[in-house]
Every structure is written in C-alpha cells, then in structure tokens.
C-alpha cells in the first residue's frame, strides 16, 4: 500500500536497527521491499513498486538487477508482470543519497499486461510466492492479502469511534485520518476519534489498513531483520484498506486513538 510510504519507514527502521554495528566498507547483501496491495498508490502514480538493492554500507543503497522476477498466485499459478523502471538517484555530498529510491527500482502495472497480470488482479484472502533472483543470489518469500476491514462508526461512552471487526492472520492495524490528527499503529479493533479538529473539516475520512503477520512481525519487533523472504533483507507484506467517512460531535471528549507504539 503505498499511499502509507511504508518503504521509507522499512529502511529508517534498517538503519535503526544497524545504527550500533560497526560501519562497514561494504556487503553484498540484498535488500527487498514489497508490500502487496490492491489499493491505488498516491496519484498520479498507480503502478505498484518493489525495491531490490544491494545494502552497500550503512550510509549508501545500491540497485540491483533481477535474472528472474516472479510473483505467482498460489491459488491458480497466475504470474503477475512485473518490470525494471528507471529511478532517479539524487546525491548528497557527492555520494548517493540512501533515501531516494523509495518509490522502488520494480514496478507492477496497474492492469495485466501481456506478460502478466497487474495491480488490480491482486485478490484479498489469496496468498501469493515471489521468486527473484540477482546477480547470483535467490530471494523467496509469500504472503497473504488481508481482507478489507468492515468499518463503522460506533459511541463508547462519551467518545465516538472507528470499528471494525478482527480476522484471521491479522494482528496490526494501520489508522489514518484526513485532514485530522489521527496516525499510527494499533493492535486493537478501534480508534477514538478526536472531538475537535481546529486546523482542519469537522468532516473527514478515516483510513484503516489490515497489515499481514510478514508487516506487522517486522515492525514490532526490532530484532527482526526480515520477514516474509528468505535470502534478503526486508520484508514481503501485505496490506489492504478501507475507508469511512466521520462527521466529528463537539461533545465528545477528545482522547487519542489507542495506537500501538512501535519499538522501532
């Protein structure tokens, strides 16, 4: 799911958790990113991206080039068509700058093409296997679309706020609010919503995304360097979102959302 930029938060949460090793001159360790979605990336954009680079040094990212690049649906065997963009790579110091190609070296179309299928032809509730391989070295991983959450708006109290019911293979919830103050993780099935909004609409919508265990094992746990793959690290995740549109009560009383705070 792009529109939350996970991949800048995967690489800071990296780098945190490198930060007290000792810098090196170089690996050639891979490094993949790829969180499945069917919902639309922040426009303009509407391909979904993967990143695959090389961890360098702790201070530099360097792409890399996939031989193979497979996703497949476990379901049926369907391929999906994926493909090697051009990314731009800004410079700091005169050095490449580590984060800049986040929107992803690979790029899945958002309609199946002659090659494969696309963005919207990820199905909730499907798992799906990747295969990459690059410059000798063999990622694999799999995960699983969540289902879209069934949100609606309930009173506890004196506080309104955003419901939705649990599943299976879900334990993290990704909670954001538009034109409100309303952002973070929680592992509950709630979020209050606040009672006044003084830079924004009365009126807003309300984002609540079902993270998979790959996601949210990765993010709760800061000794976790990869998750969902083999060979790499990085993570093979997946998410899927809803939303609902919130018209806040003055009367309410304002408390945060109940937001799990991450480690990293």
């Known amino acids: 799911m792009n529109r939350f930029r996970l991949v800048p938060i995967f690489f800071a949460a990296l780098l945190a958790c490198e930060s007290t090793s000792p810098l090196v001159a170089r690996t050639n360790e ?4 790829l969180i499945l979605s069917p919902d639309a990336p922040v426009a303009p954009q509407t391909e979904l ?13 360097q792409l890399r080039t996939a031989n193979e690049f497979r996703l497949t649906r476990a379901s049926d065997g369907a ?20 984060f800049s190609p986040f929107n992803g070296n690979y790029a899945l179309a958002e309609r199946a093409e002659q090659n494969g299928l696309g963005r919207l032809d990820l199905r909730p509730g499907d798992t799906y296997l990747l295969r990459v391989v690059s410059e000798g070295r063999t990622i694999t991983g799999s995960t699983r679309i969540p289902l879209r959450p069934t949100l609606s708006i309930a009173q506890r109290g004196t506080d309104q706020v955003v419901v939705w019911r649990s599943q299976p293979g879900v334990t ?7 034109s409100v103050s309303i952002s973070g993780m929680t592992l509950d ?59 806040m009560k003055s009367s309410a009383r304002s408390q945060p959302p109940k937001l799990a705070a991450p480690n990293r």
């Open 79 to 98: 391929l999906f068509s994926w493909r090697q963009v051009v990314v731009d790579t800004p410079y700091f110091n005169g050095r490449p700058s580590l």
């Open 172 to 178: 993290l919830y990704l909670v954001q609010g538009l």
């Open 189 to 247: 099935t709630f979020a209050v919503i606040p009672s006044s909004n003084p830079d924004g609409p009365n009126r807003f919508t309300v984002r609540v995304s079902a993270a998979d265990n790959n996601y949210a094992r990765f993010m709760l746990d800061q000794s976790v360097m990869q998750s969902g793959i083999d060979g790499a690290y990085g993570l093979l995740g997946a998410v899927n979102s809803a939303e609902i549109e919130v018209q």
């Open 49 to 61: 991206r993967a990143l695959l680079a090389t961890t360098a040094t702790p201070i530099q990212l």
């Open 30 to 33: 891979p490094i993949f990113s």
